[in-house]
């Protein structure tokens, strides 16, 4: 079914409903009620909306207008993407813990190739279950997962048993899990595609698979070789990592903005402890520790200092925050400290850096 490629285990991870789902974590007062994140003017569009909304009709990318008038009760609440993209990372980190074959396709969904992985575990199934506990006690939030032997079988299962859910297509399982599915679940097929493919007489699988290569490349040009591979069980694009570890992170928003030096030296002890530890768990260590300040004008002020050597020492790293912390007035009550740590030895070993402070605007957007 692969060609004589050895079987891989992948994980396609999205989380559920997910900017509603942050805002109904972050706001009590909206858990449970149906929400819409987005514009609720008259050329507003709905970005995300909660479960409980959907059982009235509102969907993603739908007018505002019309999701009011399917449902009234609608609550409709601004995007924060600054907040979105913080989770975003939380839950990315999880992931790295897992195996370093990690692909974002966007903020709340990735592949992972656990076919290799750091837990030592051969069960891509417990490895997701693993995966979705975690980012639900760390993160608060819940996730779905599809696992399978290629990427595009697992995007499509992740959607299997969502919300919250998770759906293994094991390799005996691909073929007639594919002869089944309705078309309009392969992901590539869109709305138009899917029309096009009814008027072919496709509306399952089996029904695609029944198409030669030629009959599928005429009417659907380059996609038709994809379509006729795919529904086949061959699909052998890489999860594609692009990323190296370059530093190392973490970072607390407060409730309250912090004013007293108190409260803002045991945020940063609890900061730095997080990441020595996480520095200690990824076995790597690192010369360049930034403080990240936010103040509560959302201004974003960082300030490193390079030392000679490598460290992940929790001592370490809390005194140089704090001296980085002292060695200028703050502009203000501060919302957002962070402390993180690169220059990492994983990198090719470069010329030490100056002390730095760089003040930069910064908006949410
Ligand atoms: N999004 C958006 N505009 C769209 C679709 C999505 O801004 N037309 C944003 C809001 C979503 C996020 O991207 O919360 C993720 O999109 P998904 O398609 O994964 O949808 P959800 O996560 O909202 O719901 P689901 O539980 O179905 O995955
Ligand atoms: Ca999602
Ligand atoms: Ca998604």
Same mark, same amino acid.
């Given at each position: 079914m692969q060609n004589d490629l050895p079987i891989r285990k992948i994980i396609h991870v999205d989380m559920d409903a997910f900017f509603a789902s942050v805002e109904q974590m972050d706001n009590?007062? =909206? #858990? +449970?009620k149906p929400i819409a994140v987005g514009g609720s003017s008259k050329r507003g569009v709905v970005s995300a909306a909660s479960y409980e909304a959907r059982k009235f009709g509102v969907r993603s990318a739908m007018s505002s207008v019309l999701a009011k008038l399917n449902c009234p009760e609608l609550i409709f609440v601004r995007p924060r993407f600054s907040r979105y993209k913080e989770i975003s990372q939380k839950v990315r980190n999880i992931f790295y813990d897992y195996t370093n074959m990690v692909e974002p396709l966007s903020l709340d969904e990735a592949y992972l190739d656990v076919t290799e992985n750091k837990k030592g575990n051969p069960s891509a199934t417990l490895l997701a279950r693993d995966i979705r506990e975690r980012i639900f006690k760390e993160v608060g939030l819940t996730a779905s997962a599809g696992i399978s032997v290629n990427k595009f079988i697992a995007k499509v299962a992740s959607d299997y048993n969502k919300p919250n859910g998770q759906k293994t297509v094991n390799p005996e399982e691909v073929i007639p899990f594919l002869e089944n599915l309705?078309?309009? #679940?392969?992901? +590539?097929?869109?709305k138009v595609t899917a029309e096009k493919m009814y008027q072919l007489g496709v509306f399952t699988g089996k029904e695609l698979k029944s198409k030669s290569l030629e009959f599928l490349s005429k009417n659907f040009g380059k996609s038709g070789k994809y379509y006729y591979y795919v529904v086949r069980g061959i699909h052998n694009s890489e999860v594609k990592s692009h990323r190296i570890r370059k530093s190392l992170a973490a970072e607390r928003t407060f409730n309250e903005n912090l004013s007293s030096e108190i409260f803002m030296m045991e945020k940063l002890n609890l900061i730095a402890e997080e990441v020595s530890h996480r520095l200690e768990k990824s076995k790597v260590a690192g010369r360049t520790i930034t403080l990240k300040i936010k103040y509560s004008d959302f201004t974003l002020q960082t300030r490193s200092k390079t030392l000679s050597y490598f460290i992940n020492d929790k001592a370490i790293i809390l005194e140089t925050a704090k001296n980085l912390l002292y060695q200028e007035k703050l502009n203000n009550s501060v919302r957002l400290l962070g402390i993180s740590l690169s /220059? =990492? /030895?994983?990198e090719k070993a470069k010329k030490p850096e100056q002390t730095s402070i760089s003040v930069q605007l910064k908006f949410d957007f």
């Open positions: 009590p007062e =909206l #858990k +449970g309705d078309i309009r #679940k392969f992901y +590539g097929i869109g /220059n =990492l /030895n994983t």
